[in-house]
């Protein structure tokens, strides 16, 4: 008997699509290999992040109810950003009124992290997968994990994948200065952040840096290219797509 197929619709997000598609390939081929039949609906757009976060809510409201519309009739959505994931999951409901609260709370229900959507609902088995990535890295947890209240998610995924070394980072859980538009109208103090977080990752002598948040790698690789950094930073999906022989080795940001 053939597995059972479960329908996806992926929620790509700005950053993902602007500068690191080659995620959005690899959490297509992950979700593909695992079971999944993922579909993309082409009239998606930003979440509304940047407005609710500097409080255009009026702005924030017309994008949420574009952005239900689009997902309406998608079985389960899947984001490679926990940050996008808590604005569908957090947000939208409390900005929403009548049924349009309704279809909030129910595209809240079925909209789920990619690490998470791995772990807790496709309960995927890496190391029966065969997967395998040689080499040394430490691993940059993103702040909007803890909105969705995700804790060893992506530590249970890398931890199952053969040859691949783990070197804890100090202090995780303090950001990496990004924070959206916080980078931009405090750019000073989210410099500072970001190579504070750049001499963590330089303390644990590895080359790569594992992320999921595309915002946090944009950030920190421009950290460590002002700096001069020789460090490779990579998402946790690609390194799974790599990992399972699904994408060649890339050479990272």
Known sequence: MRPQVRPVSLFLTCLADGFFPRTAIA???VLERFGCEVGFPRDQTCCGQPQYNNGFVAETRSIAKHM???FEEAATVVTPSASCAALFREAYPGLLDGTWRDR???LAA???EFTEFLVHQLRVDLRSAGARWPGR???HWSCHNRALGLTDESARLLEQ???LEIVELADRDECCGFGGTFAVKFAPTSGAMGRAKLDRIRATGAPVVIGTESGCALHLSGCAHRERTEVRFVSLAEVLAESLGLLPPGEGR
Do not use: D, L, P, S
Request: charged content about 30%; proline content about 0%.
């Open 27 to 29: 959490t297509v081929k």
């Open 161 to 163: 994948i053969e040859g």
């Open 110 to 112: 079925k909209t789920f």
């Open 104 to 106: 909030a709370e129910a």
């Open 137 to 139: 890295a430490t691993f």
């Open 68 to 70: 239900i519309e689009c």
